[in-house]
């Protein structure tokens, strides 16, 4: 039997292991609750649906359609990040005391997360539109400086220091892509080695200090700072191989490890499915990011190339520095891993990632499919 034309060419040899992914997490949320589909493991799946439907109407956008809403859609989301400085929520886990929120009613809003692939689209359109010879000049560095400044301070404000690092991260690359001399990004690097000691006393707070501290020495504070990586790295470390069994993490059931359900869900499936687990997510996002390259590799443009690189550096953002801050390799900031964390924005913001990759990969095929 055919396919609709609509599903024949969707690139399933991603979209199989992402399903595949999305189900293992529903199963960890699942056990994290002690066997029971709420809170998380039915709401995970449900938006996962809801999303991948945003993610198909998204892939059918034509590329002029981007270009038009690339700036709106900044500026947009800059309003939303005025609103939570106004009207904001504040957190509880991780995030406990932060402004990161707005309440919805049916859902909480991080918009700074949005800014994520908002940061790629608007630095993709400015680049398209800037004349290759300049963008040599100050004028490739000034603006796209200014774009990215503007949020990660704001979000910085929140204060939300993992976001607004993916913000610039992902802005930097658009950057680099872009074709700005690599003497600016060496030369950058002599200032920022001034300025990191002057920012980690005076422009951090007291918690992310410690934060950073810890990462060298978690056991100096086994009870404080240095708990959350403890308990993943024992959560982690005891599931051996082949791990201890589905529904049989004693880590997450008996609460010693924090956050199982969001930033530390990979420690929480690491405990139960082992390193046979771990390899299996590794490699889905292996494949995920390796089609995604792929994809802005073909791209029939410098617009469609610079999105969807971004946008694949956006995710690899997440799950790099996920997967650093569970095996306490970096200071835990809060960041979710895509399509495994509970979470209904970083839910959104790598679906909205796949929906542009998606549509990239429909505008590669030809003329035809531009439109």
């Not at 918009?111 to 800037?130: D, H, N, Q, R």
């Not at 003497?183 to 690097?189: H, V």
Request: aromatic share 12%; with cysteine.
């Amino acid at each position: 039997m055919n396919l609709p034309a609509v599903f024949a060419r969707q690139p399933w040899i991603v979209l199989i292991p992402l399903f595949a992914l999305v189900g293992l997490g529903g199963a960890v949320l699942y056990s994290a609750a002690g066997g029971s589909l709420h809170p998380y493991a039915q709401s995970h799946v449900l938006r996962f649906g809801l999303f991948l439907v945003m993610a198909f109407v998204i892939s059918m956008f034509s590329r002029n359609f981007f270009r038009i809403m690339a700036y709106p859609t900044y500026a947009l989301i800059m309003m939303l990040l005025v609103l939570v400085e106004l009207v904001g929520a504040v957190g509880i886990g991780v995030g406990s005391g932060s402004q990161r929120w707005l309440d919805l009613g049916f859902m909480t809003l991080q918009p700074s997360e949005l800014m994520k692939p908002g940061i790629v689209l608007v630095l993709a359109k400015f680049y398209e539109t800037l004349p290759a010879p300049l963008t040599r000049s100050w004028r490739g560095l000034v603006p796209a400086c200014i774009l990215i400044g503007i949020p990660a301070l704001f979000v910085l404000i929140q204060p939300d220091l993992g976001t607004a690092l993916a913000i610039c991260f992902g802005g930097v690359v658009i950057m680099f892509l872009a074709g700005l001399p690599i003497s600016w990004f060496i030369g950058a690097t002599v200032p920022l080695i001034a300025i990191v000691p002057a920012a980690f006393f005076f422009v951090l707070h007291d918690y992310q200090r410690k934060r950073v501290l810890t990462l060298f020495d978690p056991e100096a504070d086994p009870q404080g700072d240095g708990y959350h990586i403890i308990q993943s790295k024992i959560a982690i470390g005891s599931g051996g191989v082949l791990g201890k069994g589905f529904g049989n993490g004693s880590q997450s059931h008996l609460q010693y490890l924090p956050e199982a359900h969001t930033d530390f869900v990979f420690a929480t499936m690491a405990e139960e499915w082992g390193m046979v687990g771990g390899l299996f997510v590794i490699a889905v996002f292996a494949i995920i990011l390796g089609w995604g390259l792929r994809v802005a590799a073909k791209a029939p443009d410098r617009f469609s190339s610079l999105l969807a690189a971004g946008m694949s550096t956006t995710i690899f953002f997440y799950v790099a520095i996920n997967l650093m801050m569970v095996m306490g390799m970096a200071p835990v900031v809060g960041i979710p891993l895509p399509w495994m964390s509970h979470g209904g924005t970083s839910m959104l913001t790598n679906m909205i990632c796949l929906g542009v990759l998606l549509a990239v990969n429909r505008w590669n095929r030809g003329p035809s499919s531009l439109s």
